[in-house]
């Protein structure tokens, strides 16, 4: 059974910091592709980065360019999100994903970006 469980996520400040991680089970983790999705209340689910399989190459939405970084270990089946300068519009339930299981998604984790 594919799972996701997304972590890390909370209340933050603008211009402060998050890691969030995504720990898999269900699949062959080490050859897929992984993604983080986000998503706001009446908006479509967004794709904000992807890596392959052996971490290159990674894309990243130009909204967040520069500012977040995905990783993943192979090991512990594990893919992170570290978001840095966060700002208001990060705000979002962010959730990751499995190019080999489109279909599954799990809770997602509540990320608020406010003062």
């Known amino acids: 059974q594919v799972q996701f469980v997304e972590s890390g996520g909370g209340l933050v400040q603008p211009g402060g910091s998050l890691r969030l991680s995504c720990t898999t089970s269900g699949f062959t983790f080490s050859s897929t592709t992984m993604s983080w999705y986000r998503q706001t209340p009446g908006k479509e689910r967004e794709l904000v980065a992807t890596i392959a399989p052996y971490s290159r190459p990674t894309l990243y939405a130009d909204s967040v360019k520069g500012r977040f970084t995905i990783s993943r270990d192979n090991v512990r089946k594990v893919v992170y999100l570290q978001m840095s300068s966060l700002k208001p519009e990060d705000t979002a339930v962010y959730y990751c994903?499995?190019?080999?299981?489109?279909?599954?998604w799990g809770q997602g984790t509540q990320v608020t970006v406010s003062t």
């Open positions: 994903h499995s190019a080999s299981s489109p279909t599954n």
